[in-house]
């Protein structure tokens, strides 16, 4: 996965807007900024070519199939910790009850959590067409 940060976020790359969390004072905020650096790493480390944009909003990751903050957020990511992961995903209007409706799941493990990203791309069909 070819995962970058929008062209609206310029100011800093993903790794480093968590690496700044990661160097807060408080322990939870360092967790966080950990965790989605070894998330990131691992979403960067799937195979395929799928081209992939990060826009933080707090310290969630949207994942974006477009370089462009007005595009659909498919897919959101938190963390709290390696044990605490929180993915979303927006379900196809075919198939959603009402408007711009959300999957949402957790994960306790780094493994479980890049599993769910994946299905979660798929599932939001947000990169149908694409690589």
Known sequence: MHLTRCKDQ??????EFYTDISQHDGDIDRSIGQAML???ARLRALPGEREVWGLTSHYR????????????WFVILAALDMQNFYIEYLMPE???PWPNAYVRGEARSI???VRMIVTATEKSEGWS???
């Open 61 to 72: 990751l949207c994942l974006l199939a477009e370089n462009s903050s007005a595009t659909p």
């Open 10 to 15: 310029a100011s800093k790359t993903l790794d």
């Open 38 to 40: 070894n998330l990131l």
């Open 94 to 96: 075919r198939v959603a």
């Open 111 to 113: 493994d479980d959590a």
């Open 129 to 131: 067409g694409k690589l």
